[in-house]
Structure formats: structure tokens, C-alpha cells
């Protein structure tokens, strides 16, 4: 029986990360894949007993200098959890050898999240090259290497899929603010509250966003978004953002989709770059709402107010309203509302720099 514990080190030379292609073995949870050099413990030993032996048996190399970097715990459906000890070596004596495992190679920093690496892996290296100091992650991946849930030093890591030029996710999933980092596709959810009045007029309730935001603190917003989580649909991201943000339980018949619309935002928050490229599934609510008796989330929304639409729409366009909101999106509201609108093809993109 193979220990249940197993050491995972990233040798580091000249900016470079010394990565294991495993191409060798089969039946090979790894096949495929790009990953630091490591393996189980074996009988009595210590992490570092494993970290040297495996560094020797793997590479040829002996470490001089490494450094423990966290605990890793890797679920994988079907087999029992793993925990990992991860490392990073700079120091080490020795010729490089031929790895029975796969093929040994020198990569750059900065080309290495291009190869074919497990989507959490990506976490983790982003973590060792920002220097965080010693921290647990748990990693939990389905029998298809889909990531599905991540949890950082105990708390619940917000993933998202990432998209392809069509919308449809890719089959890799990414943390979030490493998304909007990057800019990458993905997925959203925006739903209108509308309420049609006695004069024919239209209101819109918008939300006004907390300050404490990572994005577009105290800005006027749509009146429920957010993130399709990974694995999730639109619908059921709906739903659970209506809920979560006002407090309205709805159902999916109470949705009503007007269209699609892909929106790319860039702008400096809180000192940090935020690259916003989404696709988002928009919908309109207009079952009764009273604004008093919202039950608002406090960490997302300061406060709410229902705006007449035609007041709205000139604030947005003017900036003389703080806003986020999209103007083709907010046109597309009044467009819905007509009679003989059609949602079936409805895609509209707008860029925003």
C-alpha cells in the first residue's frame, strides 16, 4: 500500500522551473500533464527524507537548499485524498539525468502556465511566485480532471470556467481574481427588476454597490449580478444571486431571458489591474417588488432604489450617475419591453476601456 502522503518540489534555476512531463507511465492520474518532481513516503521517512530521495531517484540531483512551502490536499473522485508537501529548491549538486517517469525539462517562469497543467496547480504556482508565506490548500478534481472546489488557508476559493470564443465553457476552470487578472471569458449572470407604472412609464431597480468592492466600489449596478460558478448553469446562477443579493426567491419560470450580452471592462482598482471579459445571460424579473422589504447582502449591496428608466438611461450616458452598467445592455431593457420582441439571437458586445 502506497502512503497516502507524498512530497511535491518545483526546482527553481535562473528563473526557470525544472517540470516533469509525464508521458511515460500508464493508468497515470498525471498522464499528460506538467508537474514539479516528488512522490509517496516511504516507510518512517520525513517529508524531507521523501523530498531528497525522490530528488535523487527523479533528477539525479541532490538539494542543498529548499524550502517547505504548504500542504497540498489533493481530492481526486474515486481514490482516497493525498496530501501533498510542497516545495521549492534553489539549491542543488548533481547531474541531471533521464526521468522514467516522463521527460525532464528547464521552463521558464513565465511560459510555464502555458503548458498542460491541472487547473489547481495553477493556483499554487501563481501562490509561490507571489512569495505567500506557508499555507494549506485543498484541491478537489471529478474523474473527468474537472476542478470543481478549491479552499485557501479555510477559506472556499470562488472558480469559474473559462469560455471559448462562443461562450461554452472550455473545460478548464480558473480562481477568480486571477480571471479578471488575466481577462479572461467567462461566465455571468445580470438580472433586471422592472416594474411598468400606471403612466406607462418603466422603472429599473438598481443597486448601488458596497464600498468595499473589488471593483467599482459605491457604483450603481444592474439590480442582481454575478459569476456563473463552475459546473453551474445561467438559470440556476440567477436564481441564486437574486436570492443571495435581495433576498428574492424566485423561480425559473419568473426569469424571462432577453439575450446575451459580451461586455469587456479595463480599470485599476484598489491599486490592482481588473480585466473584466464576460458573457452574461440577461434577464428581466417583473413580478411586484417592494424595495423597502428587500433583504439586501451587506457585503455586496449598500443600498437599492427603483430609478425611472428614461432618468437612468440619461445618467448612464452622461457619467453624471457613478455607474458600471453597460448603455447598449440598459437599451436592450427598453427594446425587451416592446411588443413582438424576440431574445433568439441576441448578442450584443460592447468594449469599454
Known sequence: MKSNLTTLCYIERDNQYLMLHRISKKNDVNKDKWIGIGGHFEGDESPEDCLLREAREETGLTLT????????????????????????????????????????????????????????????????????????????????????????????????????????????????????????????????????????????????????????????????????LAGDDFETSALREMEEELGIRAEKEDLRFIGFHEGYIEAVFWGQIFKDWEISAVYLYEKPVDSETLSLQESEVEEVVFMDYDTANEKIKSGNMPSCIYPEEFTLIRNALKPGFCADGVWIKEKIL
Open 65 to 228: 537548499s529548499y524550502c517547505f512551502r504548504g500542504i497540498v490536499t489533493f481530492c481526486f473522485e474515486g481514490h482516497p485524498a493525498e496530501y501533498m508537501c510542497l516545495y521549492t529548491a534553489d539549491g542543488f549538486e548533481g547531474t541531471l539525468k533521464a526521468c522514467d517517469e516522463g521527460k525532464l525539462e528547464w521552463v521558464d517562469k513565465d511560459t510555464v502556465f502555458g503548458l498542460n497543467l491541472w487547473d489547481g496547480d495553477i493556483f499554487f504556482l501563481d501562490l509561490l511566485d507571489k512569495e505567500i508565506p506557508f499555507f494549506s490548500l485543498k484541491l478537489c478534481y471529478r474523474k473527468d480532471c474537472s476542478w470543481y472546489r478549491g479552499v485557501f488557508n479555510g477559506r472556499e476559493l470562488e472558480l469559474l470556467d473559462l469560455c471559448g470564443g462562443d461562450g461554452q465553457p472550455t473545460g478548464h476552470v480558473k480562481e477568480r481574481s486571477m480571471v479578471h487578472r488575466d481577462g479572461d471569458f467567462h461566465r455571468t449572470v445580470h438580472i433586471w427588476v422592472v416594474r411598468k407604472r400606471a403612466d406607462g412609464g418603466i422603472d429599473i431597480l438598481l443597486q448601488k454597490r458596497s464600498k468595499k468592492k473589488d471593483a467599482y466600489p459605491g457604483c450603481y449596478d444592474i439590480s442582481s449580478a454575478g459569476h456563473v
